[in-house]
């Protein structure tokens, strides 16, 4: 059995951060994730006029109640679509102008129902070029507060940038979703803004948050249980194999961890304890329909898994992965029909048959790190798999490519 250390969480430390910066006092973040998207939010931070320190294993961050220290500023977003929704929310609680900007990939990804709502809000803000999209404006003056109605069915993190704006707010938030995706990932916001002293509750559809702020304190950030789906995957399709991520178990946030439901649905061996995850191949991978709403992140270590089933894989209900990083639907079909596979795609789902990917074939990645990191599962048993762009992984796992090797050579 081979015991993988797993990159921190880059939802967990986006939240984490924003968190640290609203709380009243010095907080201590125990490792965090250092990806170009988490130092991309930990540089925004800074230039918003934040005070962070980073060690090798611990982030350190003053925070503001107020908002940012800054009068002004111009933050570049990366890639990064948690910094470039999350940190317009933050500084609009403050008082400043503040330039937000983004990557050409991140430009392209929509911002329209969360900068909508703070517009609600009374939130001065404007978009720099095309409405609904990076570049922007924030002329902030605090937030009162209020009633809004928020559609969620692109983007949980529209959701999660208002919840944490609630607690800075003068009166509180009530927030009504019509519709929403991604669930677990607004539970993962609502454990960890409780864990920094607010008070948020949920009747149905409908979340209100009190006006209490947050107070600083110590938090370890939990393993990334998306970038752990490429592990198990690769555990679940080798014989004889099987890995095991401590830090990850009964007790974790992160809803991506279900992908290993799917994995046992499909045949392999799965023990969740209270200290971490295993895996075990059996054998035999099974095909199967499943709904990949709540865990959209992991559709496409799926997608790249699926053809080494016995039967087709269909998976549905994951539109949003169209406005990811890349159409991430399309992209997986592409590239698996480019591997000799056999695939449907319909508005949400997509349909994989049984077959033996063939190379050699250069993976288009389309500049998305969830492409490679699920092709090399699959270029475990298909020789003359590259990627035309393997350093994408920088955006949350820089060292995918020598611990994934590390991992697959092991006996």
């Not at 439901?261 to 329909?289: H, N």
Request: charged fraction near 20%; charge should be negative.
């Amino acid at each position: 059995m081979t015991v993988i250390d797993i990159p921190g969480s880059k939802s967990v430390t986006a939240r984490a951060l924003f968190l640290a910066a609203a709380a009243e006092g010095t907080t201590t973040l125990l490792r965090p994730l250092v990806s170009d998207d988490t130092e991309g939010f930990a540089e925004g931070l800074t230039a918003l006029g934040y005070a962070v320190r980073r060690e090798p294993d611990a982030w350190h961050i003053e925070g503001r109640p107020s908002g940012p220290g800054a009068e002004t500023a111009d933050v570049y977003c990366r890639d990064g679509a948690t910094t470039a929704r999350f940190l317009p929310t933050l500084a609009a609680a403050g008082r400043g102008t503040y330039r937000f900007d983004a990557s050409a990939q991140m430009r392209r990804r929509p911002l329209a129902p969360l900068t909508e709502a703070l517009r609600t809000l009374g939130v001065d803000l404007r978009h720099g070029e095309k409405e609904g999209h990076h570049p922007l404006d924030v002329h902030a003056r605090g937030v009162k507060g209020g009633a809004l109605t928020l559609d969620a069915g692109q983007s949980s993190q529209y959701l999660t940038a208002l919840l944490m704006l609630g607690p800075l707010t003068a009166e509180g938030l009530d927030i009504t979703v019509t519709d929403l995706v991604s669930e677990p990932y607004v539970e993962i916001t609502l454990a960890m803004m409780r864990a920094f002293g607010a008070d948020v509750t949920q009747e149905g559809r409908t979340y209100r948050v009190a006006p209490t702020g947050y107070r600083a304190r110590t938090y370890g950030i939990e393993p990334d249980a998306s970038t752990a789906s490429y592990f198990f995957a690769a555990a679940a399709l080798e014989r004889g194999r099987s890995v095991t991520v401590p830090g990850l178990g009964t007790g974790a946030l992160q809803g991506d961890l279900a992908f290993v439901d799917v994995l046992r649905r499909m045949g392999a061996d799965v023990e969740i304890t209270g200290t971490g995850t295993t895996v075990r191949s059996t054998g035999t991978l099974r095909g199967l329909t499943v709904n990949m709403r709540d865990i959209s992140d992991t559709m496409p270590t799926l997608a790249a898994l699926a053809p080494f089933a016995d039967g087709p894989v269909r998976i549905e209900d994951v539109a949003n992965t169209r406005v990811k990083e890349c159409d991430r639907l399309d992209a997986c079909a592409e590239n698996l029909r480019r591997l000799g596979i056999t695939v449907h795609t319909g508005p949400d789902w997509i349909e994989i048959h049984p077959g033996t990917p063939t190379g050699p074939v250069e993976i288009a990645t389309h500049g998305d790190h969830r492409i490679v990191m699920s092709f090399a599962v699959t270029a475990l048993r298909t020789p003359g798999i590259t990627f035309d762009d393997p350093g994408c992984v920088k955006k949350t796992f820089p060292d995918f490519h020598r611990v994934f090797d590390a991992f697959v050579h092991t006996p």
